[in-house]
Protein backbone atom coordinates (compact mmCIF):
# COMPACT_ATOMS: atom_id res chain seq x y z
CA UNK A 1 0.00 0.00 0.00
CA UNK A 2 1.31 3.50 -0.67
CA UNK A 3 0.66 6.91 0.73
CA UNK A 4 0.71 10.31 0.08
CA UNK A 5 1.63 12.54 3.09
CA UNK A 6 0.15 16.26 2.82
CA UNK A 7 2.47 18.73 2.97
CA UNK A 8 0.59 20.33 6.35
CA UNK A 9 1.82 16.63 8.80
CA UNK A 10 5.67 17.63 6.67
CA UNK A 11 8.18 15.33 5.30
CA UNK A 12 9.37 13.77 8.80
CA UNK A 13 6.27 12.07 8.83
CA UNK A 14 6.49 10.85 5.00
CA UNK A 15 10.24 9.49 6.16
CA UNK A 16 9.20 7.68 8.98
CA UNK A 17 6.40 5.96 7.24
CA UNK A 18 9.14 5.04 4.58
CA UNK A 19 11.44 3.66 7.66
CA UNK A 20 8.80 1.42 8.97
CA UNK A 21 8.64 -0.24 5.38
CA UNK A 22 5.79 1.88 4.28
CA UNK A 23 5.72 3.17 0.26
CA UNK A 24 4.94 7.04 1.35
CA UNK A 25 5.54 9.70 -1.30
CA UNK A 26 5.26 13.56 0.17
CA UNK A 27 3.16 16.20 -1.30
CA UNK A 28 5.89 18.86 -1.03
CA UNK A 29 8.20 16.92 -3.00
CA UNK A 30 6.06 16.65 -5.74
CA UNK A 31 3.06 19.14 -6.40
CA UNK A 32 4.54 21.98 -3.79
CA UNK A 33 1.51 24.16 -2.41
CA UNK A 34 -0.63 21.91 -4.82
CA UNK A 35 -4.58 22.67 -3.68
CA UNK A 36 -6.45 19.55 -1.46
CA UNK A 37 -8.42 18.90 -4.76
CA UNK A 38 -5.84 18.47 -6.60
CA UNK A 39 -3.48 16.79 -4.16
CA UNK A 40 -6.84 14.01 -3.55
CA UNK A 41 -7.12 13.47 -7.61
CA UNK A 42 -3.33 12.88 -7.80
CA UNK A 43 -3.42 10.14 -5.10
CA UNK A 44 -6.47 8.80 -6.59
CA UNK A 45 -4.80 8.52 -10.19
CA UNK A 46 -1.52 7.27 -8.73
CA UNK A 47 -4.19 4.73 -6.60
CA UNK A 48 -2.25 6.38 -3.54
CA UNK A 49 -4.14 6.97 -0.31
CA UNK A 50 -3.57 10.69 1.38
CA UNK A 51 -2.47 11.22 5.12
CA UNK A 52 -2.85 14.25 6.22
CA UNK A 53 -4.38 16.78 9.28
CA UNK A 54 -6.17 19.30 7.37
CA UNK A 55 -10.01 18.61 7.57
CA UNK A 56 -11.04 20.35 4.46
CA UNK A 57 -10.22 16.57 2.65
CA UNK A 58 -13.38 15.41 4.80
CA UNK A 59 -15.71 17.82 2.88
CA UNK A 60 -14.33 17.01 -0.51
CA UNK A 61 -15.15 13.46 0.26
CA UNK A 62 -18.21 13.66 1.97
CA UNK A 63 -19.81 16.71 0.39
CA UNK A 64 -18.45 16.83 -2.84
CA UNK A 65 -18.38 13.33 -3.26
CA UNK A 66 -14.90 13.42 -4.51
CA UNK A 67 -13.57 10.23 -5.75
CA UNK A 68 -10.47 8.90 -3.51
CA UNK A 69 -8.66 5.22 -2.37
CA UNK A 70 -8.83 6.42 0.74
CA UNK A 71 -7.75 8.58 3.60
CA UNK A 72 -6.31 8.85 7.07
CA UNK A 73 -7.03 11.98 8.80
CA UNK A 74 -4.77 12.80 11.79
CA UNK A 75 -6.88 14.93 14.58
CA UNK A 76 -4.34 14.98 17.29
CA UNK A 77 -2.28 17.35 19.50
CA UNK A 78 1.13 15.75 18.66
CA UNK A 79 3.18 16.55 15.43
CA UNK A 80 5.95 14.02 16.52
CA UNK A 81 6.09 11.67 13.35
CA UNK A 82 7.09 8.88 15.32
CA UNK A 83 4.32 9.22 18.11
CA UNK A 84 1.84 9.03 14.90
CA UNK A 85 3.37 6.77 13.43
CA UNK A 86 2.21 4.43 16.73
CA UNK A 87 -1.18 6.30 16.84
CA UNK A 88 -2.01 5.36 13.21
CA UNK A 89 0.26 2.06 13.00
CA UNK A 90 -2.82 -0.73 13.84
CA UNK A 91 -5.29 0.79 10.82
CA UNK A 92 -2.50 1.44 7.56
CA UNK A 93 -2.86 -1.51 6.49
CA UNK A 94 -6.64 -1.15 6.39
CA UNK A 95 -6.79 2.02 4.49
CA UNK A 96 -7.78 1.10 1.11
CA UNK A 97 -12.00 2.36 0.53
CA UNK A 98 -11.48 3.51 3.98
CA UNK A 99 -11.89 7.29 5.83
CA UNK A 100 -10.33 6.56 9.14
CA UNK A 101 -10.10 9.45 11.39
CA UNK A 102 -6.90 9.18 14.31
CA UNK A 103 -7.08 10.97 17.47
CA UNK A 104 -4.99 10.30 20.41
CA UNK A 105 -7.44 6.97 21.96
CA UNK A 106 -9.68 7.02 19.15
CA UNK A 107 -9.98 5.34 15.59
CA UNK A 108 -13.04 6.28 13.83
CA UNK A 109 -13.12 4.25 10.42
CA UNK A 110 -15.63 4.64 8.01
CA UNK A 111 -16.14 2.74 4.48
CA UNK A 112 -16.24 4.87 1.30
CA UNK A 113 -18.10 2.16 -0.50
Known amino acids: MRFLVDESLGKRFSDTLNRHGYASLFVGDLMRSAPDEEI ?13 DDKDFGELVFRLKKSTRGVVLFRTHTTDPEKLFELAKSVLDKAEGKFIVVKEGQIRVRSLK
Open 40 to 52: LASAENKNIIVIT
